[in-house]
């Protein structure tokens, strides 16, 4: 989405205005003042609260004069009832909620009011990220407003366990952030949060082989404690830390197994918020159409089978039993040093090849072309890639649309290569596998495997139906 540019002048005065700190109404007489000298440089309000943000971002560590701007800039974005307008007050509401934790509460409010028009401003792939962004700061709103009671709990009475403890739940199970939960643990709370809280802290590649099953296991307890409030978080911190226990530790043994069975248990619990964990819904070798397959830890490994394949190169397949019918995102983390990553993904009554790798990245086939071909226009370059034995990212969105239409984007490591619009009849796939399914098909050398680490469906509308089960 294009933002408003702003001239260096106002950049400049904002700086000039603020060298020097202010307090009480002196606050409000500067932000007057800025104001009032940006609309000297434009009559257009969007841009005016693009500038008034400026202000803030210039006030340095003057906290009551960054909330004064953000205030200002917020009042004015709301008021233009434009989509960049309504965008910049959700950037001034998420400034003041960095800059003043006490207000939280109400300016999560305010960025949820926010962001609910900016969703109704907002059309193709921009509105899924906005509809994530509103579902989360809706959750945070009623989260601080829990944490408000809390706190103010606690300072009638620095002894009060269950408000403590409930302090403690918040920011660990809640908002996902045990970090800030650390200074509560200098007073009476659960035994288990004294050893889990700070490890939980740390990030997942500090953890041993010890520590990661410890906290797998903790806050599996955790997501199976909670009804609905914080549940998926849970679910993903389990994951996130079994599979890091499976990675490190080789060797088949009664808690591997209870790691593998609690990872079965929390993927299908998943797929009541739509998101399916594709890699254990996998069911070796059941699934394998071509090739050689194994489950390394909590990852799927692909090898050249000379049995199968011919020459340099060979392309394993495996079909995950999951359709998805509707608009999804895939999320794939994979290692190639082959360089050449490919997923069969079902786009409406279709399917199609995304592509993605250090040499290039596109989809196809599209009127026939296949990515790997010059002519095909969504075929470009992975720059982003740059070491092809590390493991990067791939995300995939497939919007449906009425009129048989779609959108298909792809992102190499945060980095949009592929934004393709049109008709679905437009749209095939090279595999010559017959499953409607979502299909793993790398490419890979003789000495050379494919490591897919994680590979995860979300739905954004309609349904994914399991398969073959």
């Known amino acids: 989405m294009s933002r408003p540019e ?28 800025f104001v009032e000298s940006a609309r000297q440089e434009t009559r257009e309000p969007v841009v005016l609260a693009a500038k008034v943000l400026e202000g803030a971002q210039a006030a340095g560590d003057d906290v009551a004069l960054r909330l004064a701007f953000c205030e200002e800039a917020y009042r004015i974005g709301m008021a233009t009832r434009k989509r960049e307008g309504t965008a910049t007050a959700a950037d001034a509401a998420r400034m003041h909620i960095e800059a003043d934790e006490n207000t939280r509460g109400e300016w999560y409010g305010k960025l949820v009011q926010a962001l609910r028009l900016q969703l109704r401003q907002t059309g193709g792939i921009d509105k899924v990220d906005v509809r994530d962004r509103l579902h989360q700061a809706a959750k945070e709103e009623e989260v601080w407003k829990e944490i408000d009671k809390c706190r103010a709990r606690l300072q009638r009475s620095r002894e009060d366990r269950a408000a403590r403890q409930g302090l403690i739940d918040l920011y660990v199970a809640e908002l996902d952030r045990p970090e800030d939960a650390l200074p509560l643990l200098d007073g009476e709370c659960e035994e288990s949060c004294r050893t889990c809280v700070p490890l939980a802290a740390k990030g997942v590649g500090d953890l041993d082989e010890s520590e990661s099953l410890t906290l797998g296991d903790w806050y599996f307890g955790l997501s199976q404690a909670r009804r609905i409030a914080g549940k998926l978080c849970m679910l993903c911190r389990t994951k996130m830390y079994y599979q890091r226990y499976l990675e490190l530790h080789s060797e088949d043994c009664g808690d591997v197994q209870r790691a593998q069975r609690n990872l079965r248990t929390l993927c299908d619990q998943q797929t009541s918020y739509g998101i399916y964990d594709l890699l254990w819904l996998v069911d070796l070798p059941r699934h394998v159409l071509v090739g050689r397959w194994e489950r390394k830890g909590a990852a799927l490994v692909a090898s050249y089978d000379p049995e199968v394949h011919e020459g340099a190169t060979g392309t394993p397949t495996v079909a995950v039993p999951v359709l998805p019918q509707g608009s999804y995102e895939v999320r794939a983390v994979v290692t190639m040093p082959s360089g050449k990553f490919r997923l069969v993904l079902p786009v409406g009554d279709t399917m199609v090849d995304v592509m993605a790798g250090w040499q290039y990245t596109g989809i196809g086939s599209i009127d026939g072309i296949d990515s790997g071909h010059e002519k095909n226009p969504t075929r470009v370059g992975t720059r982003s890639v740059e070491n092809r034995n590390e493991p990067y990212t791939v995300r995939a969105v497939v919007l449906t649309r009425p009129g048989r239409l779609a959108t298909v984007t792809v992102e190499v490591n945060g980095e949009e290569h592929v934004n393709w619009s049109g008709p679905v009849a437009s749209l095939s796939t090279a595999s010559r596998q017959t499953p409607r399914a979502v299909i793993l098909w790398p490419v890979v050398s003789q000495v050379d495997p494919a490591v897919i680490h994680d590979l995860t469906l979300r739905m954004l509308s309609g349904t994914a139906r399991r398969i073959g089960k």
């Open 6 to 33: 702003h001239s260096l002048t106002s950049v400049v005065a904002a700086l000039f205005l603020l060298a020097t700190p202010v307090l009480g109404d002196d606050v409000a007489d500067q932000v007057s003042e």
